[in-house]
């Protein structure tokens, strides 16, 4: 059976609030959340039956589509997932959904050599390959990936929030925090570095941008009463230009770092550029280099650098050294002990 657009949006839609434990979800309250959600996505005003909604329920209970959801009705009023853990995003699609999806990507493919879709080689790729692996194939390709991360079911969620630009109320809890606090936010962006995903926001009443880890978020709900605001800032790809990771205010300005690199791993470095602001200032007789990149000063920075361990050295500026060969000795002692 496949599913026509419309139906898959509802599906998606019962889903998320259905995993929202944080809220008792009545009948009407998810024909009115489905309906907010057709208007926004595909502009229909004239709402949603609940007659579609009661039937929705139904098959996605039902294993027509694969789906099986758990979905129980408490207090004769009240309907929730059985499983807290449950969604419809991690139940199989079907053969005839796969091979739409092979289609796609096909066209996909033979797009890929035209200017505008200069960037999607590695996306086509996963696509492909998350496919034949659905379909027994065996993989031929791996990518990196860490499926233990938290916080990566509120990525659609988020990206439809920032593109159709809801105010939202974000629950959120840093790993420094004692307890949970929330804020009424404008997200702008979603950043990924390094298999973790983050969330640009702006809180009200605060006029500073603020990264979230989507790992620290507990919950999300729309505040469709609440004004939005738009970002008008630098546009994020300068704002980002001179950092590595995601670790930034406003205020911090780009630094020159002079760093050598030894003989064993200037080839690696010189292959694979810290950022892009790299240059290679200067080629010593014993093999090793001497380059500059231009990036704000923050904790991935440190903890790049340290990474490389004795095959390192930074040489200006002076309170970057000294703050990282105050790291490396703190490190060294615990080994002594």
């Known amino acids: 059976m496949s599913i026509n657009k419309l139906a898959l949006i509802r599906y998606k839609t019962i889903d998320q609030c259905l995993r929202n434990r944080y809220r008792k979800w009545t009948l009407e309250d998810l024909i009115e959340k489905v309906g907010e959600v057709l208007y926004d996505y595909e502009g229909i005003s004239t709402g949603v039956s609940k007659r579609t909604i009661q039937a929705d329920i139904q098959i996605m209970r039902s294993d027509r589509l694969g789906y099986n959801a758990p979905i129980i009705v408490k207090d004769k009023k009240y309907y929730a997932y059985d499983d807290p853990n449950y969604s419809i995003t991690n139940s199989p699609i079907s053969e005839a959904d796969l091979d739409k999806f092979k289609e796609i990507v096909g066209v996909l493919k033979e797009l890929n050599g035209f200017q505008y879709f200069g960037d999607m080689s590695e996306t086509i790729t996963r696509l492909e390959s998350n496919l034949n692996t659905e379909k027994g194939t065996q993989n031929c390709i791996q990518f990196e990936n860490n499926h233990q991360l938290k916080g990566l079911s509120f990525i659609n969620t988020l990206y439809q929030s920032i593109l159709n630009k809801k105010t939202l109320l974000i629950t959120y809890q840093s790993f420094t925090a004692v307890q949970q606090t929330e804020f009424l936010c404008y997200p702008y962006l979603l950043k990924e570095y390094r298999n973790r995903w983050f969330l640009i926001v702006k809180c009200k009443g605060v006029n500073m941008l603020m990264t979230?880890?989507?790992?620290?978020?507990?919950?999300?709900?729309?505040?469709?009463?609440?004004?939005?605001?738009?970002?008008?800032?630098i546009p994020f790809e300068e704002y980002y230009s001179d950092l590595i990771g995601v670790s930034k205010s406003e205020k911090d300005l780009a630094k020159k770092i002079v760093l050598q690199i030894d003989k064993s791993n200037a080839p690696y470095v010189i292959t694979k550029p810290l950022h892009a602001s790299q240059k290679v200032l200067k080629k010593e007789t014993d093999g090793s280099i001497i380059l500059s990149i231009h990036v704000v000063v923050n904790f991935e920075l440190e903890r790049e650098i340290l990474g490389f361990g004795e095959h390192i050295k930074v040489l200006s500026p002076s309170y970057l050294a000294?703050?990282?060969?105050?790291?490396?000795?703190?490190?060294?002692?615990?080994?002594?002990?």
């Open 322 to 337: 000294t703050r990282i060969s105050k790291r490396l000795l703190r490190a060294a002692i615990i080994y002594k002990k």
């Open 212 to 233: 979230m880890a989507l790992d620290r978020i507990i919950s999300i709900q729309e505040k469709p009463k609440e004004k939005y605001i738009a970002y008008n800032g």
